[in-house]
């Protein structure tokens, strides 16, 4: 997974021999230090691309889509609501449809603002399917 820390993205690769599946939820973890100061909560966005698009949503379910791809499932919870501790922020995700590294299927988590976590282009990912993501 490759971080920017302003604006706060994390983009993901579907790894070689994984997917995204429709039938069942992928979950995954990253580790962010939290900004020194008190801040409010930001809503991130999540986007597929290529060639499977899934357009960007910051609601948890999406309703009335026809024509493309949506997230059957999509939520973000974090461990830490404490100034400049580590966070480790919970992604979970089931797509309409099956995103492979075969398609070049790309995540964006975008939004994820106010973090002391420097840029990395190979950001550790965790959780049960962490290694469903290569690095770009």
Do not use: C, E
């Amino acid at each position: 997974a490759s971080w920017t820390k302003n604006p706060g993205t994390l983009v993901l690769w579907v790894a070689s021999g994984q997917s995204l599946s429709t039938s069942a939820n992928t979950v995954f973890t990253v580790q962010l230090r939290n900004k020194g100061a008190a801040q409010a909560s930001v809503l991130p966005t999540l986007v597929a691309g290529a060639p499977q698009a899934i357009a960007a949503m910051v609601s948890t379910v999406g309703v009335l889509g026809a024509g493309g791809g949506y997230w059957l499932t999509k939520t973000v919870a974090q461990s830490s609501a404490v100034n400049g501790a580590a966070n480790t922020i919970t992604l979970t995700l089931r797509p309409s449809v099956t995103l492979t590294q075969a398609q070049s299927a790309i995540i964006t988590v975008a939004g994820l603002v106010g973090t002391l976590t420097a840029d990395s282009a190979s950001l550790s990912l965790g959780g049960a399917h962490g290694t469903s993501f290569a690095s770009g």
